[in-house]
């Protein structure tokens, strides 16, 4: 017996259709009892199906009519202020105390001011002749080339996800929740 209840208490899609099935005899089955014992098995069976299909009648058309069935107002996005540019000149009071984006620090500038040494050898640093002696000179200008526009490309969030310590020391600890 124990083991049936572990097999049941283990996959879930047994336990939904069990609980349905409770549900469904305990609900029903108690409706007609009732019918069944006040008026006897024959009528109190036929009033049972008369209340279930006019049950299922009333929701299919109520489904047929809306086809979603019943349901509230339809959410929306509600525009409150357009701003594009200075925020000094925006209708939300909020927004008006808002730094101008242009005259923070990038995540490149945060990684340069710190003093953190596994970010600059991270964010800061570009590959020599020393740790790639297979490359030619074009090679290794444009391997640099390129891991220097990655390195002037980080985000303020991605530079929060790899060293926290440093966005939190500019006052970005807002970054990392």
Known sequence: MSATLAGIAWDPNIAATLAVLTGVVVLMGSVWFLLAT???IRVGTLLAFAAFFGWMFIMSTTWWMYGKGWQGDSPSWQTVDINVGDLGVSGLTRARDLPNPDELNTG??????????????????????ADNPDLSADELSALQADHQVRNETVTRSELAAVFPDITEAAGWDDLNR
């Open 108 to 129: 490149y500038e945060l990684v340069i001011l710190s003093d953190n040494a596994r970010a600059t050898a991270e964010f800061d640093s570009l590959p020599t002749a």
């Open 38 to 40: 006040n008026s006897g």
